[in-house]
């Protein structure tokens, strides 16, 4: 069984730039959320995909997108890059049985993101 | 206001001497409460869920309990390796399915 894939580890953009990051979610998941996390905080809630719909978002602006692959792999993008935007990216799978419910959450490694 | 409130946000114990971490929170309604662990450069590590008052779940020298308000993890005899961030997490109940709320954790560390 293998587990959630982040990639790339380690991203240094420049303001107003955009960005992709990309997740790969354990074999059998048919969900997958975005989550970041600044030094020092607890991960906070981007939004979620299930069955390569968007069905769950945080307090994030419309320049957060995105996208969830037929394989259930996914991407995060974001535009125009702010400073404040530099943190750890987590992505998480699960397994869910339907709409509303939230078994645990597999997450990797993440992507750290530095916004000069 | 925030939903989920940890403490202590740091917490040093010697190899063997127990403690509690606190986990409170403020929701309409809850689904589920999450405990998590989280070492340097790793995402956070899935521990217990726990989904009704007076549940509690164990896991080698962890515990957890819940109650209307609150949630302990409780660390017995620990050892180095259980130096770690923990994170206890929240999902509210209400239509659609929305994502965890993360209180900012707990810093242990456990001297030999």
């Known amino acids: 069984e293998t587990g959630v894939t982040q990639s790339p580890t380690h991203l240094i953009k420049t303001r107003g730039q955009q960005v992709t990051l990309r997740c790969s979610s354990q074999s059998g998941h048919n969900t997958v959320s975005w989550y970041q996390q600044a030094l020092g905080q607890g991960p906070q809630f981007i939004f979620q995909y299930y069955r390569e719909e968007e069905n769950g978002r945080g307090n994030f602006p419309p320049r957060f997108s995105g996208l969830q692959f037929p394989n259930y792999s996914s991407e995060l993008n974001v535009n125009a890059l702010e400073l404040d935007d530099s943190a750890l990216y987590l992505c998480?799978?699960?397994?869910?049985?339907?709409?509303?419910?939230?078994?645990?959450?597999?997450f990797g490694s993440g992507t750290q993101l530095s916004v000069l | 206001e925030d939903q989920v409130t940890q403490s202590p946000e740091a917490l040093r114990l010697q190899e063997g001497e127990s403690s509690s971490l606190n986990c409170s929170y403020t929701?309409?309604?809850?689904?589920?409460l999450f405990w998590y662990r989280q070492d340097p450069g790793k995402g956070p590590e899935f521990l217990f869920t726990l989904y009704s008052a007076g549940e509690e779940k164990e896991k080698e020298r962890l515990k957890a309990t819940l109650t209307k308000k609150e949630s302990f993890l409780h660390i017995t005899a620990p050892k180095p390796e259980d130096s770690a961030t923990y994170l206890c997490a929240v999902q509210e109940s209400g239509g659609g399915a929305d994502g965890l709320t993360f209180g900012k954790g707990t810093h242990l560390i456990i001297q030999p």
């Open positions: 998480a799978s699960s397994f869910n049985r339907g709409l509303g419910t939230n078994e645990k959450l597999f």
């Open positions: 929701v309409s309604g809850l689904r589920g």
